[in-house]
């Protein structure tokens, strides 16, 4: 892709009129100029361009696409060309949340040229439509979004800096080591949005219930998966820092994808994550259509991240510009409306608290499309035709995004959705937040505080007491996983359920790593272990072939005759919050004084397990 280093985007308003006087004054573009651009990968656009040939440096002027020309027209004086098109002629740069924040990290990262997203790097547009017209909104976007879409979030703002090859293979050593051992996600800032919107409206809820109810959320598009492992990422953190006050005792988090191809690599890259959250996860595959056949009011929190024409990405790929149709826009919108449908009648309905404040219950309409005709056209229809359904016992409603806390029950026809335009840092994107509100019967919560006790205590383990190493999943999850097996389509299939490859401590503290479950053939679920220190731990690896020589005195004599173990690794002596967690296989050895173990990890996984450990 172009950096747009040797083209200069010509400023300038009034873009009909000049594209008009342009075309009657036959300047067009000939073919040979056309490949110039196609060539140096730029969207056709008004600019001048080198021609590209030695023996001339004149310029030629590229015309404007018809993608140009139909937003400039389309989105009036919300696009302005000298921002966001020259936006469209650079790479997108690159952007990562930082699933296991450390100081060792933020090192890491900082060293590689990341720093930390700010509200500075987002061009977000709140938008409402009253009589079928679209007004921008002043105010910003609501806080709460806001603070999570900059929550451990780093971007790569100067590209100069990993230009090097030295630095482009040490920054691509560490994006594949970071991701496989689930310290990192790489994910466009654009795409957090949805994620971002439901964050928000659970940290403004109320308090529950005097007995807390279970949440269930849906991703009903959920590959290749980053916005699910986001979600999961902040439901793990959410329910651990005030577990007294969240508004749920237990959660599931159900994603969904239509081949069964892309749901098996979708869970896998999950799975690499080895996070708490999941034993709450459920992957199903099959077509998001066929969640009709679901109970009505079942879901607490749907995502829908639809299929789109992805014209908002197309800096991704700029020769895509020149083949831009509206049609793909009108192709895609029976499906997305269907989509919606589905969603919007799995949602359970917003309940009101004390105050008249609506609790719960959102679906996330996205897409990574510009067009209105995917985005606000298809929610304003939807909620057209649903609310005009006379059988219907509910009120579809859309939800202000200033300020999600602020909500009645009232219809809003008018509330907020979120237009995101292509911008330095990121591409463009489309979110709408939409409520179901009971209009016959509204449940009243109640104001309340109640213990919520840590959800690793109420894990479900699949192997008997004495086993420690096996599958774990939440009582929420394993119900819905059920539910689910019984109501889905026959088309639909479960994919994977809960956690499997972990290890549970003599306390009684789960460790979600990687390597634990392939100890099981071996152990069968009973496994010994051996306490190190960081010191020993590297003292006495062979890190060329994973091997670790330790001398039998570091050995409890139960591990004499057993065959795989778990060495915990601590900087001290005693286990800690710090503590690392390595299975390992026991090797035939002709040594009598040590003892020798096969890690059972991935060399990248032990890679960055090691630098933690060291690092502590």
């Not at 747009?4 to 009129?17: H, N, P, Q, V």
């Not at 004054?25 to 110039?36: I, T």
């Not at 547009?125 to 007004?135: F, G, K, P, V």
């Not at 639809?306 to 510009?321: F, L, M, Q």
Request: aromatic letters at 6%; hydrophobic letters at 35%.
């Amino acid at each position: 892709m172009g950096d747009g280093g040797d083209a200069k985007l010509i400023s300038w308003r009034g873009s009909e009129e000049v594209a008009k006087r342009l075309e009657d004054e036959g300047k067009h573009v000939s073919q040979r100029e056309r490949d110039v651009c196609k060539r140096k990968g730029r969207m056709m656009t008004v600019m001048d361009v080198e021609d590209g040939c030695p023996s001339c440096t004149r310029k030629v002027r590229c015309a404007i696409s018809p993608f140009i020309e139909y937003y400039r027209k389309k989105l009036g004086s919300s696009w302005i060309p000298e921002v966001h098109e020259t936006a469209m002629l650079k790479p997108l740069p690159l952007t990562i949340r930082a699933l296991k924040p450390s100081q060792r990290l933020d090192k890491e990262l900082r060293d590689l040229g990341f720093h930390p997203v700010t509200v500075d790097d987002f061009s977000l547009n709140l938008c409402i439509t009253r009589d079928n017209i679209t007004h921008e909104l002043e105010e910003p976007l609501n806080g709460a979004a806001v603070q999570q879409l900059v929550h451990n979030t780093w971007i790569i703002r100067d590209e100069a800096l990993v230009q090097s090859k030295e630095k482009k293979q040490q920054l691509g050593v560490f994006l594949s080591d970071a991701r496989i051992s689930g310290e990192i996600l790489q994910q466009e800032l654009n795409s957090m949005l949805p994620v971002a919107v439901i964050a928000s409206v659970l940290k403004n809820q109320a308090c529950a219930t005097k007995k807390k109810a279970d949440t269930l959320l849906l991703d009903l598009c959920a590959a290749p998966g980053s916005k699910t492992c986001q979600l999961m990422s902040f439901l793990n953190e959410f329910m651990a820092s005030k577990a007294d006050e969240v508004p749920c005792k237990d959660y599931t988090v159900v994603a969904n994808e239509l081949t069964h191809q892309r749901a098996t690599r979708m869970h896998s890259r999950l799975l690499q994550s080895n996070s708490k959250s999941l034993s709450h996860l459920i992957v199903t595959s099959g077509d998001g259509q066929e969640y009709r056949s679901m109970p009505k009011n079942y879901f607490d929190f749907v995502m829908c991240d639809v299929p789109c024409s992805g014209d908002g990405t197309i800096r991704k790929s700029p020769e895509k510009s020149n083949k831009w149709s509206l049609a793909n826009a009108e192709r895609n919108k029976p499906l997305q409306k269907e989509l919606l449908r589905v969603g919007l009648m799995g949602l359970k309905p917003s309940e009101v608290d004390s105050s008249g404040k609506c609790i719960g219950g959102i679906a996330v309409y996205s897409t990574c499309s510009l067009n209105p005709t995917e985005n606000e056209e298809v929610v304003y229809e939807v909620l057209d035709e649903l609310n005009s359904d006379r059988g219907n016992d509910y009120e579809f409603e859309l939800v202000d995004l200033r300020d999600s806390s602020s909500n009645t029950t009232e219809s809003n026809r008018n509330g907020s959705f979120l237009r995101v335009l292509p911008a330095s840092s990121h591409g463009g994107f489309f979110a709408a937040a939409l409520r179901k509100v009971n209009t016959r019967a509204k449940v009243v919560r109640t104001t309340c505080k109640a213990h919520t006790p840590n959800i690793n205590d109420k894990l479900i383990w699949t192997q008997n007491e004495c086993k420690n190493v096996g599958f774990a999943i939440s009582p929420s999850t394993r119900q819905s996983c059920i539910d689910l097996d019984a109501k889905i389509s026959s088309n639909s299939c479960i994919i994977g359920c809960g956690a499997p490859a972990m290890f549970k401590s003599s306390d009684g503290e789960y460790a979600f790593q990687e390597g634990c479950g392939l100890l099981n053939n071996d152990s069968l679920g009973s496994i010994s272990s051996i306490q190190i220190t960081t010191k020993q731990l590297t003292t006495y690896l062979c890190k060329r072939h994973n091997k670790i020589m330790l001398p039998k005195d570091l050995c409890p004599y139960k591990v004499e005759n057993a065959s795989s173990v778990i060495l915990k690794v601590a900087s001290s002596d005693k286990e800690s919050n710090s503590t690392v967690y390595l299975p390992a296989k026991v090797q035939q050895s002709n040594e009598q004084l040590s003892r020798v173990f096969e890690i059972t990890l991935r060399p990248q996984m032990l890679k960055r397990l090691l630098m933690t450990t060291l690092s502590a």
